[in-house]
T-cell receptor, first 117, second 115 residues
Framework: AQTVTQSQPEMSVQEAETVTLSCTYDTSESDYYLFWYKQPPSRQMILVIRQEAYKQQNATENRFSVNFQKAAKSFSLKISDSQLGDAAMYFCAYRRGYGGSQGNLIFGKGTKLSVKP | EPEVTQTPSHQVTQMGQEVILRCVPISNHLYFYWYRQILGQKVEFLVSFYNNEISEKSEIFDDQFSVERPDGSNFTLKIRSTKLEDSAMYFC?????????????FGSGTRLTVV
């Protein structure tokens, strides 16, 4: 069974600085997708960024980028120029690829990010 | 931007009572999901639904749970006889496709409190 591990329960960053959140996963599949979701205090789940396992190029979305290391099964999220609004719980998630998959997400336990002014 | 709408935002119920959580997925989405998040814990998959039937369910989704798409727009989760441990945030989500890198769109959640 696939698992997702986020080893940092809490992280803190100074406003305007850069922070990296870690995520590792375990799978025997070669085709899959990885996601980072943000959950602010409102508790809504917001998609931040996604990565296809077959793509070597790391995904970027404005201030958010990932470092995808397929061999190491690592998928870290880098937030540049951190803003107060980035303070939230961040969840790493895995989704199986094609081949009869029904596509449910498997989440890590989350990392609570605080941003200091 | 299209949204997934969940009602109510907060529901309090007596243990043993039935509850129905409601969701309106995005109109052109075909795959629907329910997830649960117990306070302070990770988000857990409950069930996926496609073409008017359950396509996958987790071990959490036992006989006390059921889902339905009664009218082509609503997607409901029913808990027949609630237990204290059912207290959690319940998220509905929808997706255009069941696989691939299509991200889900999550609703804002329903906080269920069983007393």
């Amino acid at each position: 069974a696939q698992t997702v591990t986020q080893s940092q329960p809490e992280m803190s960053v100074q406003e305007a600085e850069t922070v990296t959140l870690s995520c590792t996963y375990d799978t025997s599949e070669s085709d899959y997708y990885l996601f980072w979701y943000k959950q602010p205090p409102s508790r809504q789940m917001i998609l931040v960024i996604r990565q296809e396992a077959y793509k070597q190029q790391n995904a970027t979305e404005n201030r958010f980028s990932v470092n995808f290391q397929k061999a190491a099964k690592s998928f870290s999220l880098k937030i540049s120029d951190s803003q107060l609004g980035d303070a939230a719980m961040y969840f790493c998630a895995y989704r199986r690829g094609y081949g009869g998959s029904q596509g449910n997400l498997i989440f890590g336990k989350g990392t609570k990010l605080s941003v200091k002014p | 931007e299209p949204e997934v709408t969940q009602t109510p935002s907060h529901q309090v119920t007596q243990m043993g009572q039935e509850v129905i959580l409601r969701c309106v997925p995005i109109s052109n989405h075909l795959y629907f999901y329910w997830y649960r998040q117990i306070l302070g814990q990770k988000v857990e998959f409950l069930v996926s639904f496609y073409n008017n039937e359950i396509s996958e369910k987790s071990e959490i989704f036992d006989d006390q749970f059921s889902v339905e798409r009664p009218d082509g727009s609503n997607f409901t989760l029913k808990i027949r006889s609630t237990k204290l441990e059912d207290s959690a945030m319940y998220f509905c989500a929808s997706s255009q496709q069941g696989t691939g890198n299509y991200g889900y769109t999550f609703g804002s959640g329903t906080r269920l409190t069983v007393v």
